[in-house]
T-cell receptor, first 110, second 115 residues
Framework: AQRVTQPEKLLSVFKGAPVELKCNYS??????LFWYVQYSRQRLQLLLR??SRESIKGFTADLNKGETSFHLKKPFAQEEDSAMYYC????????????FGQGTTLQVKP | NAGVMQNPRHLVRRRGQEARLRCSPM?????VYWYRQLPEEGLKFMVY????????ESGMPKERFSAEFPKEGPSILRIQQVVRGDSAAYFC?????????????FGPGTRLTVT
């Protein structure tokens, strides 16, 4: 079965501390993985996708097929990073439908 | 570009009534996705539509739920005879093309409350 698991409901760190938001997936093919973010009172938006291998707002994520993980990392958290983060898997490259994890709230304290 | 529009933003219905949720995609986008978010859960795919066609409805409940995306006008998600378990946030996303090469742009969601 196709599944995305984000084990932490809430992650609280201090400003300047490293951040790692965990994401594990279950998929029987070649996955396409994404991180979406929802800031307070804003819409869900794409943060990054594994296929582009880019860094957005200081965040990176590496696909580890051996561990079936796609953890989101940032070396130094900022207060403006506080948001809800969702890991998502493309269940079908033909239709683009997304399978989301439960989400992790990141709280960056001053 | 105004972004994906959804209305109403909040909808209250009594058990047994019908709920109609509307989604206007971004200009130039002809692909629409509907997702449902139950309390304390992530978003779950419901249906993918192109203009006048349902492409993938594998996430739609078998009864009471239907979706359309007519040639003119918004996409509509219709829930007949609502029950308390239908209370959720319903999100629509649109994209300019098919597949994961194209980013999905999300609307603000419609919060349905069934009393």
């Amino acid at each position: 079965a196709q599944r995305v698991t984000q084990p932490e409901k809430l992650l609280s760190v201090f400003k300047g501390a490293p951040v790692e938001l965990k994401c594990n997936y279950s998929y029987s093919g070649s996955p396409e993985l994404f991180w979406y973010v929802q800031y307070s009172r804003q819409r869900l938006q794409l943060l990054l996708r594994h296929i582009s291998r880019e860094s957005i707002k200081g965040f990176t994520a590496d696909l580890n097929k051996g561990e079936t993980s796609f953890h989101l990392k940032k070396p130094f958290a900022q207060e403006e990073d506080s948001a809800m983060y969702y890991c998502a898997l493309s269940g079908s490259s033909n239709t683009g439908k997304l399978i989301f994890g439960q989400g992790t709230t990141l709280q960056v304290k001053p | 570009n105004a972004g994906v529009m959804q209305n109403p933003r909040h909808l209250v219905r009594r058990r047994g009534q019908e709920a109609r949720l509307r989604c206007s995609p971004m200009k130039g986008h002809s692909h629409v996705y509907w997702y449902r978010q139950l309390p304390e859960e992530g978003l779950k795919f419901m249906v993918y539509l192109q203009k006048e066609n349902i492409i993938d409805e594998s996430g739609m409940p078998k009864e009471r739920f239907s979706a359309e995306f007519p040639k003119e006008g918004p996409s509509i998600l219709r829930i007949q005879q609502v029950v308390r378990g239908d209370s959720a946030a319903y999100f629509c996303a649109s994209s300019p093309g098919v597949g994961t090469a194209y980013e999905q742009y999300f609307g603000p969601g419609t919060r349905l409350t069934v009393t």
